[in-house]
């Protein structure tokens, strides 16, 4: 990383839709603040949160401040439709390439649905006569003329920001350089293909450059609003006169931060950046307590979001965002819109709904003081699983009799005869029936089995229902890190330097690869890192991580592995296991080589807050008991707190362990304990 001063305070921040979840270290002790989300602008939130951790730590002399951010800014934009108005220069004769898309429907037999209506408009879609073949031959160069007009009707059209993206400019760049020259004078900003995503496939490759440049505008703003009141935030003190301003980076969707400068020009890698640092948090917590195969359990406030891990944290080449394709490397994190701030409804046939619409923050659930539709945290409350002031460490108490007497109201007005303890436990079904389909996409539809999997489940929500995910499922092992509903922030927190490079080559080979022609091919992107890393002010080794798409000579799809003098047996192996099947001796096509340059962070050694040590004979003393519904059933149950565990002592349910940011629910009968790392281990099974 830049060089830090002698003392630095590195705080990380990340953005969700009800709250912002900050972690720093603080005497070798690791601290946690929550505070609510602000919607309308993000960096309202973080600059009150860098406030309180500044009176909390007395704003140290001579501690710089690096912040690490991830951001929803990009993700809201593209699920709301509320980015910049943006002109297309493509080929001409590919203009309609973004809306034609693949022959794929999203629904086979429904033949009225409504198409995902593409990022750019047809009048801001403009071709530009210019050639280049598969080979990278320039077939025909654009004209002075050509480059005349085209920057003039762009400059009529107005754009608040122009994509570029030509035919085979993964090939040779040439010409889409060209016009981006010309295009460049009119000062907009620019989002260019061969620079995003040298890969072939034009569909995806010009979606993901219409998205960049969707974004660009207002990420950028959004940036600077947030540099600007990050520095208001560190005042007067003599460490903000001395180191200006503290310095910003920003969380990716690859799992990995970079420069704010980077993320303003290519906010395209940032559309899952909070969830991305949950994964990394994820992986991380797990690999202390032994679990190296997990999948991902993240309920926050407005939506869920899971995946699986197999030893590493491994990005994607493809994935989608708002029903759009996405081409840069991205973790494969599958998202449903299922949170405590879920809505519940009923829909016109009368059947109980759940989501995906969230009260947010603003006006949030009801039992926050101000909503008035009832949502999964109102249910969980109503049924006891959560303390009414024991919710942020009692910093905040929840209002259970406006939820009992809102909701009852709300009832009625719906027409429906189900009491209070009937509609909760309805909701809790309905929005665990949505996570399950969700974790179900992520394992068995990728060929993986759950019961070799432990469910890692944080967020805010997500202790409150990940025991009985993993008994429809079948999954052995809960694990609840510590401090869980800080996850992301944590995993932002520990997360290298990353950048990804990428390029297409399609060769095709039988047995063995062309070695000393890939490896001339990798190091081109070697240096190309080490140039972006320096001009980014990064010092450091690098660590680089090749890995390559490969498919079979006709298929459509590619698999990645890693670029190994045996890679063509790991191939076979991975379609085997993916698809059920491999065909040795069969020509195989090398499609896209990938290059991933990491600087690593060191990890934080934290040391745990406890209480005193007892003695191994004491009791762990529940702070009350409480009426707890376990679906149909409503069971006496100890509520603890999960500071006064003791590590490695054996209890079961049921319980409820409270903590300051998040809550979890054991059901009767099931075994836990603390571990060594200080994570919370439920045996399911």
Known sequence: MPRAPHSELRIAIDTGGTFTDCVWMEDGALKTLKVFSTPDDPSRAIAEALRKIGTRTKKKTGAAVTLLHGTTVGTNA??????????????????????????????????????????????????VKERTDSEGRILERPADAELTRLRETVQRADPAAVAISFLFSFANPENEAAVAAALAELGKPLSVSHQ??????????????????????????????????????????????????????????????????????????????GPAGGLVGAAEMASRSGFRKILSFDMGGTSTDVAAVQGEVRAGGQSEVAGLPVGVPMLEIHTVGAGGGSLARFDAGGSLRVGPESAGADPG?????????????????????????????????????????????????????????????????????????????????????????????????????????????????????????????????????????????????????????????????????????????????????????????????????????????????????????HHAGREIELVTLRLRARLRTPPPKSKVEREPARKSSSRVTPVERAPVSFDTKTVATPVFERETLIPGRAMSGPAVITEYSATTVIPPGKKFWVDASENLVIKIK
Not at 108 to 115: G, N, Q, S
Not at 204 to 216: D, H, K
Not at 499 to 513: H, I, Q, V
């Open 78 to 127: 593209l699920l709301q439709r509320k980015g910049a108005r943006v002109a297309l220069v493509t080929t001409s004769g590919f203009e309609d390439v973004i809306e034609i898309g693949r022959q794929a429907r999203p629904r086979l037999y429904d033949f009225f649905f409504d198409r995902i209506a593409p990022l750019v408009p047809s009048e801001l879609r403009f071709g």
């Open 365 to 581: 659930p009801i039992c926050y003081g101000r909503g008035d539709q009832p949502t999964v945290t109102d249910a969980n409350l109503l049924m006891g699983r959560l303390r009414p002031d024991r919710f942020l460490g009692g910093e905040f108490t929840l209002d259970l009799e406006r939820a009992r007497r809102t909701t009852s109201e709300w009832l009625k007005k719906q027409g429906s005869r189900l009491s209070l303890e009937q509609f909760s436990a309805g909701v809790v079904r309905v929005v665990n029936a949505n996570m399950e389909r969700a974790l179900r996409i992520v394992s068995i539809e990728r060929g993986y089995d759950p019961r070799d999997f432990a469910l890692v489940a944080f967020g805010g929500a997500g202790g409150l229902h990940a025991c009985e995910l993993a008994e429809a499922l079948a999954i052995p092992t809960v694990m609840i890190p510590t401090r869980p509903g800080a996850l992301s922030a944590f995993g932002i927190l520990v997360s290298d330097v990353v950048k990804d490079y990428s390029r297409t080559l399609l060769w095709r080979f039988a047995d063995r690869l062309p070695l000393a022609k890939l490896e001339k091919e990798f190091r081109k992107l070697e240096l190309a890192a080490q140039k972006e890393f320096r001009a980014e002010r990064w010092h450091g080794a690098l660590h680089f991580e090749r890995t390559l798409d490969l498919r079979y000579r006709g298929q459509g799809y590619e698999l990645n592995v890693p670029a190994t003098k045996n890679v063509t047996v790991r191939f076979h192996e991975e379609h085997q296991r993916r698809y059920g099947y």
């Open 196 to 273: 995003i995503l040298p890969e072939f496939r034009e569909y995806e490759r010009t979606s993901t450059v219409a998205m960049n440049a969707y974004l660009q505008p207002l990420m950028q703003s959004y940036m600077e609003r947030l540099a600007q009141r990050v520095e208001e935030s560190s005042g007067d003190s003599e460490a903000a006169r001395k180191h200006k301003a503290p310095r910003i980076f920003v969380m990716q969707s690859s799992g990995g931060i970079t420069a704010l400068e980077s993320a303003a020009r290519e906010p395209v890698r940032t559309v899952l950046s």
